[in-house]
């Protein structure tokens, strides 16, 4: 009996220390399978590093701690600190890496002052709650899902005070390879909160999707010139924004936003750049002590234009809607105080296109000095305004370059109760007196003379400092 108790001991230290040193073999080859991630990451452009790591987690799973982990893109776009990162693969399945981040981290943007930013960088304080990352070993980023209780961000305003803080709830993402080679990055939340000293804003149900390739260039120009893509998808239910103030009329009053669902877009591939942006049931408020409301069933901007410097312009579109703009009787005896505007429910549209040269870059576009766009052509497919009791039509186009006399070009303009119109954009402040009376001087000298004199149609042409309606030389 004491021979084979012995021999069973013997054979559980025997089967112990054979598993002990098959979990240190795939120890080893599981942190060789780590290194060379972190190795493929950094020949994509994504440098990491630490300053030790440790592995345990013997008998069933293996447990990676990185120390002090530094990740940074190259040229100093971007730098991520991370005081600890714990990656685990589990011995029944090897091929998933789940990692937790440290609750806490500093994020260094480099200088982006074309975005607002300034010259100097951007820090920002970073926590994570319950933050989950699960990748695949022959995967990379792509298939990777992440999830957290929530994600907050504190951005560095002047003096190191917070300047804005950003806060997500129910975080769920992940990635998937997308076609070309690039990288597809989903993530929504149950909401978004952004608060700073100037405003407050809330999103519903944020979600974001996008993928792109070449952030590692330094700066948009050199992202845009290297051929960089990046393609971004934004969405949510609500909005809310309050805490700005708007002057109107020489007082100013608390201004807060509601939108119903939105949806935006933007594009850069090919030195273009596109934007798309949509939003339903928009309402406008504002206090004391205007105390008024302003709304729009729909409102939709839409452009597209070139983002690099070229010999030759380049085509170039902008569309804007604005349906059934409704004000309070508040904003408009703010606004015309006499009462002399028709008040109605008013709608917009503008439809352009042509052909434009970029001066500077996208980095220079805050640089004061020249505009940094030079229009060649343009076409108005349609620009529609119905309001202050009249309607207005346009439709046309003219060119700029290599025009002695200035631009050349015509237009078809037609007209409802255009004094009406006048009368109103005057009396809110649109057009000041001189302009009001050399746009009537204008209608008056284009009217023929005959029929209902509330009507105007045209056809205008000009060029070589002539200007012409319906053939007649007008200027």
């Known amino acids: 009996m004491k021979k084979r108790l012995i021999a069973a001991v013997a054979a559980l230290v025997l089967v112990a220390a054979g598993g002990a040193a098959a979990w240190r073999v795939g120890a080893v080859r599981t942190q060789a399978q780590l290194e060379a991630t972190l190795a493929a990451m950094a020949a994509s452009g994504v440098r990491i590093g630490h300053a030790r790591s440790t592995v345990s987690g013997f008998p069933f799973r293996y447990a990676m701690r990185l120390e002090d982990v530094v990740a940074a893109a190259p040229g100093g776009a971007w730098r991520l600190n991370l005081p600890w ?25 480099g200088s ?28 990379g980023w792509a298939g990777s899902v992440v999830s957290a209780d929530s994600l907050s961000a504190d951005l560095a305003g002047p003096g190191g005070a917070v300047g804005a803080r950003l806060v997500l709830d129910a975080v769920a993402g992940g990635a998937e390879a997308a076609q070309g080679g690039l990288t597809r990055v989903r993530l929504a939340a149950d909401s978004l909160h952004v608060a700073t000293a100037v405003f407050d804003l809330e999103l519903a149900a944020p979600a974001f999707e996008g993928d792109g390739a070449g952030f590692g260039a330094g700066s948009t120009d050199a992202f845009v010139n290297a051929g960089g893509v990046a393609r971004g998808a934004l969405a949510w239910e609500a909005l809310r924004l309050t805490g700005a103030r708007v002057e109107i009329a020489g007082d100013a009053a608390p201004l807060s936003t509601e939108t119903g669902p939105t949806a935006m877009s933007m594009v850069i591939e090919d030195g273009r750049a596109a934007f798309g942006a949509s939003f339903d049931d928009v309402e406008l408020g504002l206090g004391a002590p205007l105390n008024g409301r302003a709304g729009a069933t729909r409102a939709e901007a839409r452009f597209e234009m070139p983002v690099t410097t070229a010999p030759l312009p380049q085509p170039y579109a902008l569309d804007l809607v604005l349906d059934a703009v409704a004000l309070d009787e508040a904003i408009w005896s703010a606004l015309d105080a006499e ?66 006399g200035g631009p050349e070009g015509a237009f078809t303009v037609s007209a409802t109760a255009w004094r009406e119109m006048i009368g109103g954009l005057t009396a809110i402040g649109v057009l000041d007196a001189p302009r009001a009376a050399a746009v009537a001087a204008f209608a008056e000298a284009v009217h023929p003379g005959e029929g209902d004199p509330s009507r105007l149609s045209s056809e205008i042409v000009f060029g070589g400092g002539v200007v012409t309606a319906d053939g007649r030389r007008i200027r």
């Open 85 to 109: 990162l714990e990656t685990e693969v589990s011995l029944f399945s090897p091929d998933v890496v789940v990692s937790r981040p440290s609750p806490t981290a500093t994020l260094a943007l």
């Open 112 to 139: 982006r002052p074309e975005l607002g930013f300034g010259p100097a960088p951007v820090t920002a304080r970073l926590y994570a709650r319950n933050m989950v990352i699960e990748t695949r070993l022959d995967g």
């Open 339 to 404: 009462g002399r505007a028709v008040r109605q429910t008013m709608a917009a549209r503008l439809r352009i296109g042509g052909l434009a040269r970029m001066l500077r870059g996208l980095d220079g576009l805050a640089a004061a000095g020249a505009p940094p766009v030079a229009i060649s052509t343009m076409e108005v497919e349609e620009a529609a305004l119905d309001g202050f009791g009249g309607t207005f039509r346009a439709v046309g186009g003219f060119a700029m370059d290599g025009a002695p």
